[in-house]
């Protein structure tokens, strides 16, 4: 990826934290049910969280009792996730300044590393290097990401209507697609798998905006700032029900186990 530099993967989330812990979805219940029991996470596990923006993901983890460190290189972001209450049955995460490529972690000492929504802003053989080097042996790597259903009438407007005014917003979005294919062939893990789960997001006209301005690559210029409200506006008073719209997503699991010996492909 050797433009990633040029994309600005740390500075572009900067202005953006209390949006996108108050707008961005969460994952849904059956593919955290299925992390949890396919690497045997239990109270007192250690997760890393890499990438972990403002703890999203961590206090999903955190909330099962397992034992949260939150790896994020924007200090604004990490900030905001240590600011934020978890609830009082559940483990409090620590968040810590690092990067997926040097997380400053020792070795051998995870149960399992996630990167939720943050893998195709990685160096991914580098980062995948460095995952392989904190888990425990037999531990699992995780790639988690939130994706559009473009089958879903609503979704597919939504995400047509932002393309339309934001059109490098594909350059970000279309290589995720295949994002976790380097883990599903890097030959420092086995049992490497692909799921999809079901997601979506219910949203009134407020937090429809504050979804799409929580990207990353939305628009700050004033013009297509308006340019788009009013798009998204229009879009929300067409479709809404009771007030109501719903984003529909595939939420897609990437995982592998760790060999302890890696083999060659």
Known sequence: MSTLPQQNPIGRF????????????????????????RCALNFGSILVDIGCGTGISSRVFAER???VIGIEPNSEM?????????????????????????????????NAVVAAQAFHWFLPEEA????????????WALLLWNERDSVDRFTAMYGKAFCDIVPEAAAIELPRANGGYPLLTCPW????????FHNEQVLDEEGLLGR???????????????????????LFAENQKNGKVCLQYDTLLYLGRKLTIPQDE
């Open 65 to 67: 009792g397992v034992r």
């Open 212 to 234: 799409a301005f929580s990207a990353s690559y939305a628009p700050r210029d004033p013009p297509r700032v308006a340019t788009l409200t009013a798009a998204l506006r229009k």
């Open 14 to 37: 900067t202005g953006l934290a209390d949006c996108y812990a108050k707008n961005r979805p969460g994952y849904p219940a059956s593919a955290v049910d299925f992390i949890m029991q």
């Open 78 to 110: 990490r900030e905001k996730a240590g600011a934020i209450a978890v609830p009082a049955h559940a483990s409090i995460p620590i968040y810590q300044d690092g990067r997926a490529e040097a997380t400053g972690l020792p070795s051998d000492f995870a």
């Open 128 to 139: 995948l290097r460095e995952f392989h080097r904190i888990l425990k042996p037999g531990a």
């Open 189 to 196: 893990f086995e049992n490497r798998q692909k799921l999809v």
